[in-house]
């Protein structure tokens, strides 16, 4: 049965359960990416948030936890949020470990809008999901952060797929235009750096900053990521 890649609900449940990377198709062609590669995106993250133990961490979207753990020793208090019951499952299995890291089940829009003690967290990171919210959920989600979670300093948004480099990803000659705003689509929706900013500065984020991936990162050629501060 084919899944669209969209799909973190069944498709995981057709892997081995030790099959980390390939759940969350943190893959090229299939095969998963080197301990090389992961440890670019971990430093990435750490360094972007400025990750240090006084922190309290939200991971939105945080699929089974694989890639949550190796932030685990830089932050004092950690809870992931997944819409997939089974990814959670994996995670509460293999990585839940530690007192005050936890993994929850829920909806990401819906728990950036009414999850309880937003004031306690102080680093958002969300890596390699926001393409796969809608529209209206990625606006609801940085508007709920900008609200609600008042004690947040940094939020980091990790490899998105950068619209203007569509076609360095997609083969020549492909008509790849009916996929660059399909949240459910090989990539989800693609979003230009310019079209981020101007989403930030609408639900109240001032301080925006971009950065890419060293070179050798297998897609830094068409992905970047964006840290978001309130400012001033």
Request: with cysteine.
């Amino acid at each position: 049965m084919e899944h669209p890649k969209s799909d973190y609900k069944e498709y995981p449940k057709t892997l081995a359960p030790d099959d980390f990377w390939g759940q969350v198709r943190r893959t090229v062609h299939g095969v998963p990416v080197s301990e090389g590669q992961i440890s670019m995106i971990v430093n990435a993250i750490k360094t972007g948030l400025e990750l240090d133990q006084g922190d309290v961490l939200l991971d939105l979207a945080c699929g089974n936890g694989a890639l949550s753990r190796y932030l685990f020793d830089s932050c004092g208090q950690f809870l992931g949020v997944d819409h997939s019951e089974y990814l959670i499952e994996v995670a509460k299995r293999n990585f839940e470990i530690l007192p005050n890291f936890e993994f929850r089940v829920g909806e990401v829009s819906e728990y950036v809008r009414s999850g309880i003690d937003p004031t306690r967290f102080t680093k958002v990171l969300s890596y390699g999901s926001f393409p796969f919210f809608t529209a209206d959920g990625a606006r609801t989600v940085l508007q709920g952060l900008s609200d609600r979670f008042v004690n947040i300093r940094k939020v980091f948004i990790g490899n998105l797929p950068d619209k203007e480099r569509a076609h360095l990803f997609y083969p020549l000659g492909t008509d790849y235009s009916s996929m660059l705003s399909d949240p459910v689509s090989q990539i989800g929706i693609w979003r230009s750096r310019d079209e981020m900013e101007d989403l930030a500065l609408e639900t109240g984020w001032k301080d925006i900053r971009f950065q890419s991936m060293p070179q050798e990162f297998y897609a830094a050629h068409y992905r970047y990521d964006m840290i978001l501060q309130r400012g001033d």
